[in-house]
């Protein structure tokens, strides 16, 4: 797997989601409240396309893109990945370091070690699932080391937006990581905060 280009989300990676996926609400409670800008509480989506195994994706472009289109000024985003086989990490998106992470994962919960939540045979299926115990058997992974993992690094970052650019260092990029992939992944992004004393926003 080439983690060097991992830190690049092209368009076919990132999907953003419908219109209908997105709710944003606003308050002005006074004259004063819209002298320092317009509270904006906004929900959305990211949707990514994995690669198998273990694969980090830098995510840092479109949650600075949603920012800016937002025209957040002050405030903070929360990212929360809405799986129990990823987590959502900051760290340094350099392709050594990724490929050194992914190895390092792997040690720390080696993929085919006898964990008991891949002993299918003793686990029911969830409750009325189409064609039975067999049919949801035949499509369960054996990964207990990816829920491991997931634990271990977390689903969420909260990010602090300061005069509109996210408050990051130099070298720290929010991150995607899949540990049980491939497939299609969600990523949500909670943007709380205020616009600049402007009365207006970007919000299309």
């Known amino acids: 797997m080439q983690l060097a280009a991992a830190c690049k989300v092209s368009g076919s990676v990132f999907r953003r989601q419908p219109a209908a996926r997105r709710h944003t609400i606003r308050a002005t409670a006074s004259s004063a409240a819209q002298l320092q800008g317009i509270a904006v ?3 959305t989506e990211l949707q990514l396309d994995t690669k198998p195994g273990i694969h980090i994706i830098d995510i840092t472009p479109q949650i600075r893109a949603e920012v ?3 025209g957040v000024s002050d405030g903070f985003v929360n990212v929360l990945s809405r799986h129990t086989t990823t987590a959502v990490t900051i760290n340094e998106c350099e ?9 390092f994962l792997h040690k720390l919960a080696p993929p085919g070690e006898p964990y008991l939540h891949n002993d299918l045979q003793y686990r029911e299926a969830p409750p009325n699932w189409p064609g039975g115990w067999e049919a949801w058997a035949a499509q369960e992974p054996a990964n207990a080391h990816s829920h491991l993992l997931s634990m271990m690094l977390g689903n969420s970052e909260t990010v602090p937006v300061a005069a509109g650019k996210l408050a990051l260092g130099t070298w ?3 991150m995607l990581v899949e540990l049980d992939g491939a497939r299609r992944r969600t990523v949500g ?3 709380v905060g205020s616009t600049a004393g402007s009365g207006s926003t970007n919000e299309g």
């Open 189 to 191: 992004l909670q943007l």
């Open 68 to 70: 800016e289109r937002l």
């Open 41 to 43: 509480f906004h929900y």
């Open 95 to 103: 392709p050594r370091l990724l490929d050194d992470i992914r190895q």
């Open 172 to 174: 720290q990029s929010v």
